[in-house]
Nanobody, 124 residues
Framework: EAQFVESGGGLVQAGDSLRLSCVAS????????IAWFRQAPGKQRELVSY????????HYADFVKGRFTISSDNAKDTVFLLMTNLIPEDTAVYYC?????????????????WGQGTQVTVSS
């Protein structure tokens, strides 16, 4: 069964940067897309970014374009999310999830497995 371990979250100030890591196991990493979602208290889980490990296709939510960069290391079965110029609205638990196939999806329903999440808190 697919499993993920996210790390790299923390408490930072507005304008700072963080790099999140998501280490995958239990499936052929290069056959699937991996997405970062986030969920703030009282809000629904929302897509942040996606990468297709087959061809490198990426997608970003409008609210992170130009600030966040997703990348993956297929040799290490790891996806990264570099977050720069953080703002308080970025405060959330960040999760990585595996696509049901290699197809991009904006919806949580397009993803089948999730990690436990890593907390990102941005103070003003």
């Amino acid at each position: 069964e697919a499993q993920f371990v996210e790390s790299g979250g923390g408490l930072v100030q507005a304008g700072d940067s963080l790099r999140l890591s998501c280490v995958a196991s239990g499936f052929t990493f290069g056959d699937y897309g991996i997405a970062w979602f986030r969920q703030a208290p009282g809000k629904q889980r929302e897509l942040v970014s996606y990468i297709n490990n087959k061809d490198g296709e990426t997608h970003y939510a409008d609210f992170v374009k130009g600030r966040f960069t997703i990348s993956s290391d297929n040799a290490k079965d790891t996806v990264f999310l570099l977050m720069t110029n953080l703002i308080p609205e970025d405060t959330a638990v960040y999760y990585c999830g595996r696509s049901r196939d290699s197809t991009w999806s904006l919806s949580v329903n397009g993803y089948q497995y999730w990690g436990q999440g890593t907390q990102v808190t941005v103070s003003s």
